[in-house]
């Protein structure tokens, strides 16, 4: 039987095993959203393109499948490229379905034509224009085969009108087939048992560990290795969750607004095993002064990212569960050869001295803003009173800015997947959507966005989204009045010259919240905190919850930007 374009896509997202698309119409993608009805395939329809994408990679995030927007052509296609960036940045596998103007028309100034493969060429792992009915089957499946394979990543595929409505044979390919492209998964034994000599026999061995552990479900292997081994665990913004937050041998983030003791464990490991991560700049500081004394293995599932920042004197081109799965055979079979508890423990009990030193703290000022009567309490305290409510049981979301860091700081990561954040592009107006997408994800988890007043404005749109679709995401807003993280470097680097990042001009968020359909709080004293986030949890409906804190408060510890990590600005 012969099947429109539209019906073929549908018929391949259905065998992709996709459940959820987020999405937003338009002339160029109307047939597919005629088709739609005929499927058990839920729509969600955003109100925002940008909105589709992110919901799309929250989804994918909490889930672990991939994640899948539809948009129109035109506008509809350029305003999902930031949340693309994103996932792009994030390593988020994710397809991208955009109309196109018919065949004929392109490259004519056609209406809402946009050459939207040339845009994301840069940020995305791979992209198609489908010029051919016939092709678009392969083409899906090479997509999501792309998406979820490897790095992950974003994949988009543009589908002019014409081949949406074209028919042919419909034929879903058994398997895919791309002749330039084989990650390799399996790691080489050489390099893996040259690695398990190194940490082994090192005295201050320490795992920093990145999103990879994560999206290669690694955490598992992960924790046996550092527990029965003895040995410390520091992760990025990407890695929270691989190892849990609440084990004494988790020392917390590190990088620029990382721990004390991660950093200094950084600073004075002798071996580094960097698993699934990347050595970004808000992670390593001053370059030359990064692990100063350590040999480095690095295991990555992208050969292109081995190097490309720092020495590594041991790499390992793999999958990281496979690797971490390696490492844990070959340090099996040498258990008994020593104790490693004790061969490691003077440099455990050294990164935990450090820990009691200089624990993640904050100041509690009763006479704070004592004139302008709000702004008494501290956001940290917030985010630890979540943790508390929600007993670590929660999907968190966050927005970007100081919000993000003690979202990162104050609430501990005790499983994967339980932190949505925007690590690489660090993208304001990401968590609220990225909310929406977990929770449709995960239905009765408790999901809360964790926002800044200015981040939340730029997809507060979304909020509809929720409601109309029963999902009862919670959006603790710590609203400082200031875009916080700017208005931070302004005033450590910039003689606080706080241009352009006061934002006391802003809506009544609990009156918006209504208006919208949900619910909405506002808590300005401290003592409220726990009743109102309590309640508001309970409710089976969106909340916005804004909650006046601390107006100048800042995040630390701090590394200033092209430091090294010991040069930490302290609280
Ligand atoms: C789309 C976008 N625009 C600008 C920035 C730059 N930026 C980073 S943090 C920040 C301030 C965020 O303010 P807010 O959301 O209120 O959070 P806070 O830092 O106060 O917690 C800005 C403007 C960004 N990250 N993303």
């Known amino acids: 039987m012969e099947l429109t374009g539209a019906d073929i896509l549908l018929e391949c997202l259905k065998r992709e095993g996709v459940d959820v698309v987020f999405g937003f119409p338009g002339g160029a993608v109307i047939d597919i959203y005629d088709a739609i009805p005929r499927y ?36 509809g296609a350029t305003n999902t490229v930031t949340g693309i960036a994103n996932a792009y ?47 678009l089957a392969t083409v899906i499946r090479q997509a999501f085969y792309l998406a979820r394979s490897g790095r992950p990543g974003p994949v988009l595929v543009d589908l002019p009108k014409d081949v ?8 879903y390919p058994k398997s895919v087939k791309m002749r330039s492209y084989n990650p ?17 026999d090192a005295k201050r061995p320490l795992f920093y560990v990145g999103g990879g552990v994560i999206s290669s479900n690694g955490s598992e292997e992960l924790s046996w290795l550092a527990r029965n081994l003895n040995i410390p665990v520091t992760a990025t913004l990407m890695g929270l969750g691989a190892f849990p937050g609440d084990d004494p041998l988790f020392l917390g983030m590190l990088g620029m607004h990382g721990t004390y003791a991660a950093n200094m464990g950084i600073n004075n490991c002798d071996v580094m095993i960097a698993v699934g991560a990347r050595f970004d700049d808000r992670v390593t500081g001053k370059l030359d002064a990064f692990a100063p004394e350590a040999k480095i293995v690095h295991v990555d599932i992208d050969p292109t990212s081995i190097r490309k920042n720092v020495r590594v004197d041991v790499p390992v081109v793999s999958d990281c569960l496979e690797a ?34 200089h624990p993640l ?179 089976p409906k969106a909340c916005i919850i804004d909650v006046r804190v601390t107006k100048e408060e ?12 010991t040069e930490m600005l302290l609280v």
């Open 40 to 75: 058990s395939l839920r729509h969600v329809l955003v109100r925002h393109e940008q909105g589709a994408v992110h919901a799309a990679d929250g989804y994918a995030r909490a889930s672990g499948k991939v994640g899948v927007a539809l948009v129109t052509s035109g506008p």
């Open 89 to 135: 940045c994030d390593s988020i596998p994710m397809v991208v379905i955009t109309g196109q103007v018919p065949t004929p028309l392109i490259g004519n100034d056609a209406f809402q034509e946009v050459d939207i493969v040339g845009i994301t060429r840069p940020c995305t792992k791979h992209n198609y224009l489908v010029k051919d009915v016939d092709q």
């Open 164 to 171: 949406v409505q074209a028919k042919t044979k419909f034929v």
């Open 184 to 200: 390799t998964i399996k790691p080489n034994k050489l390099q893996l048992k040259k690695a398990v000599d190194m940490f082994l």
């Open 324 to 357: 971490l799965k390696g490492f844990k055979e070959l340090a099996q079979a040498r258990l008994d050869e020593k104790d490693w508890k004790k061969v490691h423990q003077p440099w455990v009990d050294q990164v935990q001295g450090w820990k009691v030193e």
């Open 361 to 539: 703290t904050y100041k509690i000022d009763p006479e704070c803003n004592k004139d302008s009567g709000d702004g008494k309490i501290k956001p940290q305290f917030v985010v630890e009173t979540i943790y508390e409510l929600s007993k670590g049981d929660a999907i968190i979301a966050t927005e970007v800015g100081q919000n993000q860091m003690w979202a990162a700081q104050f609430y501990h990561y005790n499983k994967p997947r339980t932190l949505l954040t925007s690590g690489g592009l660090g993208t304001m107006g990401y968590g609220f959507p990225a909310a929406i997408g977990a929770q449709l994800a995960f239905p009765d988890k408790l999901v809360v966005d964790i926002a800044g007043d200015g981040s939340i404005q730029m997809n507060i749109q979304e909020l509809i989204t929720a409601v109309c679709n029963d999902l009862p995401v919670k959006i603790v807003i710590l609203n400082n009045t200031y875009l916080g993280m700017v208005r931070q470097w302004q005033e450590l680097f910039y003689a606080r010259n706080y241009c352009a990042t006061c934002m006391d001009a802003q809506p009544d968020f609990v009156a918006l919240a209504k208006a919208y359909g949900a619910e909405g709080y506002r808590i300005t004293e401290p003592e409220d905190v726990k009743p109102v986030l309590q309640e508001a949890f309970a409710l």
């Open 554 to 565: 800042n995040v630390y510890p701090m590394v200033p930007a092209g430091a090294s990590l």
